[in-house]
């Protein structure tokens, strides 16, 4: 499958899941293809805390904290599902193509392993530094814009997606996920 330019663009030569696009003025629905990837649930912090430890976590994973004791190269983004009135936050990195097929597992017992299925999902991207606020803010201008069209989706969570190093002050890009309704979805918490 060809990249897009603007996965080429977004992914900064850090590889990302694959996905196709229809673009609109106010978002893109991308159909995701199926893909692994590592994740751990943090439980009953602030979403910004929740983002530091769950970072941490998998990045502890992709040094080597893994049953091969291997070190897996960095993809984008670093997703986070939030859940309305739930304390509880999945976050999340792609695994790399190359263990797509038989990714090393966690020596963690709070990292895991998952697969996520094909999905059409509804995204809306935006710059500068995204705070929690910024994202539920995000999440709910792109709710909006879906009832206003009629569009179903799944109005109990959303994902935020981060590509960007803390460091890089400029030209940053966030984004903010609603799956399409008809999608049937299993998460773990």
């Avoid at 943090?42 to 430890?53: C, L, S, V």
């Amino acid at each position: 499958m060809i990249k897009s330019f603007k996965q080429t663009f977004l992914s900064l030569d850090l590889q990302s899941p694959r996905w196709s696009s229809t673009e609109t003025m106010d978002y893109e629905l991308r159909q995701y293809e199926t893909a692994k990837w590592v994740s751990t649930v943090i439980r009953g912090e602030t979403q910004k805390e929740a983002m530091r430890q769950g970072f941490w976590k998998l990045f502890h994973y992709i040094q080597g904290k893994n049953e091969k004791e291997m070190k897996i190269d960095m993809t984008v983004p670093v997703t986070c599902l939030i859940k309305s009135g739930c304390a509880d936050f999945k976050v999340s990195f792609f695994v790399p193509f190359e263990h797509q097929d038989s990714p090393p597992q966690p020596t963690n017992p709070d990292v895991f392993v998952e697969e996520r299925k094909a999905a059409a999902i509804f995204v809306r991207s935006f710059g500068g530094f995204a705070s929690p606020e910024k994202y539920a803010e995000e999440a709910e201008v792109l709710a909006g814009i879906l009832r206003n069209r009629g569009q179903p989706f799944h109005e109990d969570f959303f994902y935020t997606a981060g590509y960007d190093s803390p460091f890089k002050l400029f030209n940053r890009h966030n984004e903010v996920g609603r799956y399409d309704k008809p999608i049937p979805l299993i998460e773990r918490f």
